[in-house]
């Protein structure tokens, strides 16, 4: 069982705007210190009042791929038990992003999507929930949009800019073909992390790998060799 719906397109700009209220409604609310990950499990639980449950969403939806589900009606998020970073401490990135992602889903579609209103409780096992989230529908743009949420919402722009100063030691870009390349070499990894990307992602807690897309994204990390331009003298 997978349930795909069609929502309208959203600019980014319009995604992280939304992402940026949450943070900031939170902030008022409890307070949020500048160098502190943004805590995504209590903006979920404390400012949205949504319940947060862990379980094994593979065997309850018959799904071997699902990372996470959330029924409007009963304002519950679940994430499956494979992710739950006290048993798997090495997933604690990934739940973060799957938890931010669920959020995403639910500041950007739930009015767009709604269940019936006689929707039984979450415990009742037929059930179905209102949106699944599996890794083989990334690329649809539901799953897209809550993908692009997600990485607004625990890495801010500003925040990240001002952590890259103090980890990489200015505000210039890293251009990270070489490493890159060894990395490739040494591992066989299609896209590995850099060690700069790393340590920002420890900073955030998400995954080395969901901190790289957004450094590549603001241009921080460059991963190919920037074309010479026009003043560098590349050209002769």
């Known amino acids: 069982m997978s349930r795909l719906h069609s929502v309208k397109y959203m600019p980014k700009q319009h995604i992280e705007r939304a992402a940026e209220a949450l943070i900031h409604l939170y902030a008022r609310q409890y307070g949020l210190p500048d160098d502190a990950p943004v805590p995504v499990d209590a903006i979920l639980e404390c400012s949205l009042g949504l319940t947060l449950e862990i379980g094994d969403l593979a065997n309850r939806l018959g799904l071997n791929d699902v990372l996470g589900a959330t029924w409007i009606e009963s304002r519950t998020v679940m994430i499956d038990q494979t992710l739950e970073p006290t048993d798997n401490p090495s997933k604690e990135g990934r739940f973060n992003f799957t938890l931010a992602h669920e959020v995403g889903h639910w500041e950007l579609h739930r009015f767009q999507i709604c269940d019936p209103p006689d929707q ?5 096992f037929q059930t179905e929930p209102s ?4 890794s083989s529908q990334s ?3 539901m799953e897209w949009q809550a993908d692009c949420f997600a990485g607004y919402l625990l890495m801010p722009e500003d925040r990240v800019f001002k952590t890259w100063a103090q980890v990489y030691g200015s505000s ?3 251009v990270a073909f070489e490493e890159i390349e060894q990395l490739k070499d040494r591992w066989g990894e299609k896209r590995p992390t850099v060690k700069v990307a790393r340590e920002m992602a420890r900073r955030f807690n998400v995954s080395g790998q969901a901190m790289q897309i957004r450094l590549e ?3 921080l990390v460059l991963p190919e060799k ?3 331009d026009l003043f560098s003298g590349g050209w002769e």
Request: glycine fraction near 4%.
């Open 120 to 124: 039984p409780s979450l415990f009742d």
């Open 139 to 141: 690329r649809e743009p």
């Open 172 to 174: 210039g870009q890293y």
């Open 131 to 134: 949106i699944v989230c599996r």
């Open 217 to 219: 994204n603001l241009k």
């Open 226 to 228: 920037p074309e010479p």
